[in-house]
């Protein structure tokens, strides 16, 4: 998985995002804002009630660590929080999942859910298949790293052992990797390029491309439209 890098690509999602109505799209947008603002883990975001968020602090016990952490908020996800979550009770879910457990009380989605929230995302803005929970939380350190440049505060919001760990999870050795090259032609041979070549968009894009345009509710079935014909088209083979 890989953090969001591009900037205009950034704020489109979260501009989009933003205009859901629907309960759906009005729990993706505040899952992708939460996650890229605080870095937590997605088996924590899914846990996470009105309680934990309506301060200055994000307070929890990690679910994979057992430690209690305490994060702060900053004055962006503060706002959406509040707006978002006014007249909820404080120990209701952020993200309440639509079925309910065996004695009828509600419980939060599951991180598969979360998932496919994300998956749906990467399919509408077209980002490629290297999208995932963990998104949020590298797209969190790496943008905190470029505003920053403090790695060993990053390295312990992460728990990371090791400040180069914490690098190679933001993707900052794969960026440094790809400025290395940038000018670099061995040889300083020169290529003419052929010239246009008419060809059909990829499936990927234009499936993108249909899946953002379509009316909200419809974009789960054309998702399932689109996995059938892949499967079909494999069997063919």
Not at 55 to 78: D, F, H, Q, S, Y
Not at 205 to 229: P, V
Request: proline fraction near 4%; aromatic fraction near 6%; include cysteine.
């Amino acid at each position: 998985m890989v953090p969001i890098r591009d900037p205009e690509k950034l704020k489109e999602i979260q501009e989009d995002l933003a205009l859901a109505t629907d309960k759906h799209g009005e729990r993706m947008f505040l899952l992708f804002e939460v996650g890229i603002h605080t870095g937590l883990r997605i088996s924590d975001l899914v846990r996470l009630r009105v309680r934990n968020v309506s301060g200055e602090w994000i307070e929890m016990v990690e679910k994979k660590t057992k430690k209690v952490t305490r994060l702060p908020l900053n004055a962006t996800i503060r706002t959406i929080l509040q707006d978002r979550l006014r007249g909820k009770d404080p120990n209701d879910f952020l993200f309440p999942s639509r079925t309910r457990r065996a004695d009828g009380s509600v419980k939060p989605i599951s991180t598969r859910s979360a998932y496919d929230d994300m998956q749906l995302i990467a399919l509408r803005f077209n980002l490629g298949d290297r999208i995932g929970c963990h998104t949020l939380r590298k797209t969190f350190g790496y943008w905190h790293y470029k505003a920053n440049h403090d790695l060993e505060m990053l390295r312990q919001w992460f728990n990371h052992s090791t400040q180069a760990v914490t690098l190679r999870y933001i993707g900052m050795d794969e960026e440094a990797k790809r400025k290395s090259v940038v000018g670099f032609n061995p040889g300083g041979a020169v290529y003419q390029p052929r010239g246009p070549i008419n060809h059909r968009k990829p499936d990927a894009e234009s499936d993108a491309l249909e899946i953002k345009n379509a009316d909200r509710t419809k974009q789960g079935r054309i998702m399932g439209e689109k996995a059938k014909e892949k499967r079909k088209q494999k069997s063919d083979v």
